[in-house]
Each structure stands twice: as structure tokens, then as C-alpha cells.
């Protein structure tokens, strides 16, 4: 099967003709990775009937401890996108066989660049830096020309690694500045309605090389006015050298245009923390960007006192601001535990894949919320499965006390199937995706 013009072979035609007979619609790209849909060909036309699918019920309990997670098997059905009927298990129906497989949401990739990437081409690692932050703007300058002549084809298939690790949803932030102008985001927009009927997106138009420091300014007006959800930045200071001019700017960009914010903040001196406080400041009097407004990274939290740090996720929480965190190592670990209890909203992502930032990416947001866990204790099966929603974006199967929330008749059709007992053992055991359903529509 060829990926690159979505071409298939005739074996695969005639079975995806006898699937779509049956109200599938599939991705041609990496259907082939699943055999559970080739099972049932008889289905009502426009709706999908699955049995045998394992749905988390509960919590049980030894001296007041959650011990374990209960589950049941299901009977499934889904129509025009829509889980429509979530009813007892009916193993004798002609519906597709889950075979017992956990369904859990599909996962979704909080940030990442899916706009500039070496994937997909021949391989390379990466270069020594020099000059810093600034030292990569020019090495950028250099290389996007020739980067962008097959941005396109090389975002489709990141989209399609990233569906492979049971990802159907991201946040991705695109180039804009003078070298790319728009055409890193024109190029994106094409991979990504190439992809549409398997995978979901908001876009972060980002000045990379600074508002002003490359005078990015008319670039960003322009792509403010277009199809994208957030208004992006990089560290104020040190690349612009002025924290409140720039986020003056990327504020009322976004108000003009009803647009979010997400900025990219790397920064650990006080010019970070500076950062952070004059956000909050303008999110605060600005109430409409609350619940809109994000800073990526944010490493300067791992680096304040304890003290400190409760008082300022205290005020992101107040302020509705989100932290899309790359939990990084090390002395760089983030008080993940701290912004949780204050009701921060926490998100993930790949970052980069492989590129001339960084070359470990696997695609798989599950292994973040793997790694969360590591890093903060959370081995047992209450915060195992609490850490499922690192990967989900905060949706989980079960609340705090074992009640099921996930999935309801109603809920859009945004799936994986899954080879795990439980969340709690998805996230520990880093499970693999069997299956994965975007709107109703069979990615594989």
C-alpha cells in the first residue's frame, strides 16, 4: 500500500468497498495495522455495532484503598460520529468483535511543531548549537526554504505516527515570521484537510523568531485573521528584550481577532517568572482570554521554592491560565502535583518528533503520562489511572470515586481500543493501540 498518494492495492479496495457497504469510512494510510475491522461486513448502512468492547466501572477497595479497577464488556453502536447506544454486552450479535479490548478516548497531542520536521525524510540528528535561542533562529533561517518544499507530505506523516500511537487530536504550533511568511501554514493546512476525516486540530500561529526582534508583526496580523485558534510567542525577553511590549501585542492580537494564547516560555531567570506574572495580570483584566490562554514549557516554575510555586499555580488557577508541560528531567522537573492541586489545567505533547530542535520524539502521549508517573510516585491504581488523563486531555473513564463518566450515549465517537485490563495498567504498562475511531471514522 502506497502512503504517499493514498493509492491502495486491489485487495484492500475491495475490502474497504465491502467495509464502507457496511457505514465505515477508513483512512487509507494505516488501516491495514488492525484486523478488527475486517470481521463484519453486514452492518446496517451509516452505523457501527461493536461487541465484546471492555468499558472501566469502577473502583474496588481493601482497607479503604482503590485495590483495583472493575470492568464489564459491552455492546457498542455508533452513528453519523455519535456513540449512540452503550448497552449490556451481546455476544451472539453480528457486530464487530472487540474481543474484549479496553476502550478508553482517543489521545491528543497538546504541542507539537507538525509544520517543520525532518520525519518522514532521511534521517538526521542533531547539530551542535551555538548562539543559543538566537543561534537557532538563524540556523532556522537557513534551512526552513528548503524544508518547506516538502512540509506537506512530511506532516502527513507525523499525523500518521502519531495516529499509530492512538493520537487523533492536536495542538500544533506553525511557523510564522519572515522567512516562511505564510507558507509553513499554508502547506500545514493542506497536510491537515488531507487528513480530516482521521484526525482533529487547533493551530498556534508562532513567531519563532521573535514578534519584533524579525519583525514578525505583519506576518502574525495576517495569519490572526485566518483559520488558526491561538496566538503564539517565545520568550519575550530574552529574544524581543521586552516582556510587556510583547505580550501587549499577543494579547490584543487576540482579543481583536477572538482568538487563545499559548507562548512558549523557556526562560528560568526572574525575566520568566516577570513573564508569567505579567500574563496573569493581562488574563485577569481581560477576563475573555480565561480558559484560553496557555504557556508551553514554563520551566521557570521547576525552578522556584516550594513556597512560591503554590503561590503562583494558586493564581494561574485563578487566572484559568493552562500549562502544556514536556515534563522534562532532571533538575527541569515541573510541579505537576502542585498545579493539579490548583486546579491548573495540565496538558502534553511530543514538542518535536525529530527535527533540528530534538530527535527522541516516539508520537505517543501515553508514554508522557507513563513518564508523569515516574516522576511523581504515581504508581498506585487510583493515580495510574488519574494519570491517564495527561494523554486524553483530561478526559477519564472514571471519576475520583469510581464513578463512570466516559463514555456516554451522546459523546462524540473519539476512540482507541486498546490491549489493557485498565487505565491504570495502559499507563504503567505504556499498552498498545489496537484501534483508533476519529469521529466515527475507522483511522485502523
Not at 204 to 214: E, I, L, M, S
Amino acid at each position: 500500500m502506497k502512503t504517499s498518494d493514498n493509492t491502495i492495492s486491489r485487495k484492500d479496495f475491495i475490502r474497504n468497498s465491502a467495509l464502507a457497504m457496511a457505514g465505515f469510512t477508513l483512512i487509507p494510510s494505516i488501516m491495514t495495522a488492525s484486523p478488527l475491522f475486517e470481521q463484519n461486513n453486514s452492518l446496517a448502512k451509516g452505523k457501527i455495532s461493536l461487541k465484546n468492547v471492555r468499558l472501566e466501572t469502577g473502583f474496588t477497595y481493601e482497607e479503604g484503598e482503590v485495590a483495583s479497577t472493575k470492568t464489564d464488556l459491552f455492546y457498542i453502536e455508533i452513528e453519523k460520529g455519535k456513540i449512540t447506544k452503550i448497552a449490556p454486552n451481546q455476544p451472539h450479535s453480528k457486530a464487530i468483535d472487540a474481543k474484549g479490548l479496553l476502550m478508553l478516548p482517543a489521545f491528543k497531542d497538546m504541542h507539537i511543531h507538525l509544520d517543520k520536521t525532518f520525519y518522514g525524510d532521511h534521517w538526521q540528528a542533531v547539530r551542535k548549537r551555538t548562539g543559543g535561542v538566537k543561534g537557532m533562529i538563524e540556523l532556522e533561517k537557513k534551512i526552513l526554504p528548503e524544508m518547506l518544499k516538502n512540509s506537506t507530505f512530511k506532516a502527513e506523516k507525523m499525523i500518521e505516527l502519531l495516529q499509530s500511537k492512538g493520537t487523533s487530536f492536536a495542538r500544533s504550533h506553525v511557523n510564522i515570521e519572515p522567512t516562511s511568511k505564510l507558507q509553513s501554514l499554508k502547506n500545514l493546512q493542506k497536510a491537515l484537510d488531507n487528513k480530516k476525516k482521521g484526525f482533529g486540530s487547533e493551530l498556534v500561529a508562532f513567531p519563532q523568531h521573535g514578534v519584533f526582534y524579525t519583525d514578525s508583526v505583519p506576518y502574525l496580523k495576517e495569519a490572526a485573521a485566518m483559520d488558526i485558534d491561538f496566538i503564539g510567542g517565545v520568550d519575550p525577553f530574552n529574544i524581543d528584550g521586552d516582556i510587556e511590549k510583547v505580550v501587549d501585542f499577543t494579547v490584543q492580537l487576540a482579543l481583536d481577532n477572538k482568538k487563545g494564547i499559548d507562548i512558549h516560555l523557556h526562560e528560568t531567570a526572574d525575566s520568566g517568572l516577570k513573564t508569567v506574572e505579567y500574563l496573569i495580570k493581562k488574563v485577569n483584566e481581560n477576563p475573555s482570554l480565561k480558559g484560553k490562554t496557555y504557556l508551553s514549557h514554563c520551566f521557570i516554575l521547576a525552578k522556584l521554592e516550594a513556597t512560591k510555586q503554590e503561590e503562583i499555580a494558586e493564581k494561574l488557577g485563578e487566572a484559568q491560565i493552562g500549562i502544556v508541560s514536556t515534563i522534562p528531567f532532571g533538575r527541569m522537573i515541573m510541579p505537576i502535583p502542585t498545579l493539579y492541586k490548583h486546579h491548573v489545567t495540565v496538558l502534553t505533547g511530543n514538542d518535536s518528533i525529530v527535527d533540528h530542535w530534538n530527535t527522541f520524539g516516539t508520537g505517543s502521549v501515553l508514554q508522557k503520562a507513563n513518564l508523569m508517573s515516574q516522576l511523581y510516585g504515581y504508581s498506585t491504581e487510583l493515580m495510574l489511572s488519574r494519570s491517564l488523563k495527561l494523554a486524553t486531555g483530561n478526559i477519564l473513564p472514571l471519576d475520583d470515586k469510581g464513578t463512570q463518566q466516559w463514555p456516554k450515549a451522546g459523546d462524540q465517537a473519539d476512540f482507541v481500543l486498546i490491549d489493557a485490563s485498565c487505565s491504570a495498567e495502559a499507563v504503567s504498562r505504556i499498552s498498545e493501540v489496537k484501534s483508533l475511531v476519529h469521529q466515527g471514522n475507522v483511522v485502523f
